[in-house]
T-cell receptor, first 111, second 114 residues
């Protein structure tokens, strides 16, 4: 079982470049999430999607956009990357009101 | 807005001993879920234990158990017979509300001494 698949696993961007982080789940979950993890800050919610076609802002949405393309896929886009967006990004999914399952994470460095 | 607070940035325990990690949360919801996740150096997020708020009985999973105090909004994790493989970051998390939003605390780094 693939579970939650994130691509890429590592990425280096120059300031001002754009990129999209891809996330797909094969568990037929309704809810999907994007988090960023920084030292000492835990996992902070960027955006989440409670169902196909809906998205909502989390704690730290500035500088990011998301697309819930279908029930399986939830992408995160950085339109103009900044050094402050250097972080580890996690995608997760859940069937709602039970535990979430996580991808392996993407380590993003913006120089 | 819901919040999750872990007041212990770092903890240390001797192998085979017992350690308790603290977590408090704030919510106006009556129905919600609480979780403890483990994150080893591999970065993988691993579910340790889950507690449904409507259940008064504390959840247990082998050496892991929780002390859930709903009125006090407290959700601590007890690890018994600690093992070297328990060394990791531990995150407390809350899921609730109409959207099922999942919120994490800042984490506790647990070290296990041989």
């Amino acid at each position: 079982n693939a579970g939650v698949t994130q691509t890429p696993k590592f990425q280096v961007l120059k300031t001002g470049q754009s990129m999209t982080l891809q996330c797909a789940q094969d568990m037929n979950h309704n809810s999907m999430y994007w988090y960023r993890q920084d030292p000492g800050m835990g996992l902070r919610l960027i955006y989440y999607s409670a169902s196909e076609g809906t998205t909502d802002k989390g704690e730290v949405p500035n500088g990011y956009n998301v697309s819930r393309l279908n029930k399986r896929e939830f992408s995160l886009r950085l339109e103009s990357a900044a050094p402050s967006q250097t972080s580890v990004y996690f995608c997760a999914s859940s069937p709602r009101y039970t535990e979430a399952f996580f991808g392996q994470g993407t380590r993003l460095t913006v120089v | 807005a819901q919040t999750v607070t872990q007041s212990q940035p770092e903890m240390s325990v001797q192998e085979a001993e017992t350690v308790t990690l603290s977590c408090t949360y704030d919510t106006s919801e009556s129905d919600y879920y609480l979780f403890w996740y483990k994150q080893p150096p591999s970065r993988q997020m691993i579910l340790v234990i889950r507690q449904e708020a409507y259940k008064q009985q504390n959840a247990t999973e082998n050496r892991f158990s929780v002390n859930f105090q709903k009125a006090a909004k407290s959700f601590s994790l007890k690890i018994s017979d600690s093992q070297l493989g328990d060394a990791a970051m531990y995150f407390c998390a809350y899921m609730g509300g109409s959207q099922g939003n999942l919120i994490f605390g800042k984490g506790t780094k647990l070290s296990v001494k041989p």
